[in-house]
């Protein structure tokens, strides 16, 4: 079963600022087989913000032509065009943007054989900037809303994120990098499915959940968005040992007792051992992780997609964001009771969680552990929709 980790590898950008997760590589997707393979995708977008009108909401469709390798957006006219430096205007930048209908609904088509983002911006454009990446290749610098000094972190705007190739359709809302815009999907093929859709007074709930944590106050910024906490270490804006004391506390547990992970590649026993947690069935040992690896899911807590050490940091991760290591030795747990119960745990994903219909959100990278994600996926997808759900 493909999941957000092992779809979701790096756009090729080696840019300071750009996003965590930005697209999805090829390749390492199973499924039956698109019934539409090999063509585009329809695509509808409904604007129920309540607070902004079509004429003040622009999507950006951009990602990597899965065919070619070639970063790449999505035309006005729905081609999926190689990303050049000639894209980038008398301002420097590149405007890829498209504007939703004048009335009622807008669509369009998500190409085949490409994967990535698609970007709403409301109130007004980003700026996307085309660049030569370490290769020597073109490619494309995208906004970076926790980076004071990025030139789109003034304009509200959110995303969702894909991969659409012969295997199916494969997406999710993302609350990784930062949350901003109340944005659900619904996918259509075998089945219908929707995700990401917030409760009633939902965006507002987030932001003051957080605004009434002294320690995670600083990530909101205004009313435009929440920072992730990783992107708020990284900025200086939360204190970076803010999990120091629990994870020192796991380390003490389990150096007395054995941890139990079960994964889909087996179920394998560790212990804290000279100071690294050391686990059977040939699973690499892993380090003592910083707060920064545990919020960004990475470090000391980096999957190899290897079927075995992948899995058990994938567990251990969520374990860490969630606070149930101290009080449970099987992992991994799939009881969200019992998740963020600690006074020290994730409360930016606490807060996503608490306020989706389905309690479903990628709150961290390794979100997806027992399916907690807003993800959805189908291997014979007819249409996808993308609603602005009311702020």
């Known amino acids: 079963m493909p999941n957000r980790r092992s779809v979701l590898k790096g756009l090729g950008v080696a840019l300071v600022g750009a996003p ?37 909401v622009w999507y950006y469709i951009v990602g990597t032509n899965l065919a070619t390798g070639q970063q790449s957006f999505v035309s006005p006219n729905g081609t999926l065009t190689p990303v ?32 990535g983002r698609v970007y709403f911006s409301l109130g007004g454009e980003l700026k996307f900037k085309a660049v030569t990446d370490g290769a020597g290749n073109s490619a494309l610098q995208y906004p970076a809303g926790w980076v004071s000094g990025d030139p789109s972190y003034t304009v509200l705007h959110d995303c969702v994120e894909f991969t659409h190739n012969s295997s199916g359709m494969f997406c999710n809302t993302t609350m990784v990098d930062m949350f901003s815009v109340p944005l ?55 204190p970076a040992d803010y999990f120091g004391s629990s994870i020192d506390q796991v380390w003490s547990k389990y150096s007395g007792q054995q941890l139990t992970v079960e994964t889909d590649s087996g179920t394998y026993t560790g212990q804290v051992s000279g100071g690294t947690f050391n686990f059977s069935g040939g699973v690499a040992s892993f380090a003592k992780p910083s ?55 994730n409360h930016y994903s606490k807060a996503m969680h608490a306020n989706t219909v389905d309690g479903k959100a990628y709150g961290f990278p390794f979100d997806d552990v027992l399916s907690f994600a807003s993800y959805i996926q189908d291997t014979a997808p007819t249409g996808i929709t993308i609603e602005l759900t009311p702020f």
């Not at 545990?294 to 940091?313: I, M, S, W």
């Open 184 to 238: 659900s999907i619904t996918l259509k093929g075998a089945a219908t499915q929707t995700t990401g859709t917030l409760v009633s007074g939902g965006r507002a709930n987030i932001f003051n959940a957080i605004k009434a944590n002294s320690t995670f106050a600083p990530l909101v910024v205004g009313d435009l968005r929440v920072i992730a906490p990783g992107h708020g270490i990284d900025t200086g804006i939360f």
């Open 291 to 345: 707060t920064r690896d545990v919020f960004y899911c990475d470090g000391a807590l980096a999957a190899p997609n290897d079927g075995r050490t992948g899995p058990v940091a994938a567990v251990l991760g969520a374990a860490f964001n969630r606070s149930t290591l101290l009080s449970r030795p099987n992992q991994p747990v799939a009881d969200p009771g019992t998740f963020y119960q600690d006074a020290v745990t």
């Open 20 to 56: 965590v997760g930005a697209a999805f590589a090829a390749g390492q997707i199973s499924g039956r087989g698109a019934s539409a393979a090999g063509t585009a995708l329809p695509l509808t977008i409904v604007n129920h913000s309540n607070r902004y009108a079509n004429s003040q």
């Open 84 to 115: 050049l430096l000639s894209l980038n205007g008398p301002d420097g930048f590149a405007d890829l943007s498209i504007p939703l209908a004048a009335g009622g609904d807008t669509t369009l088509a998500i190409p085949p054989d490409m994967s």
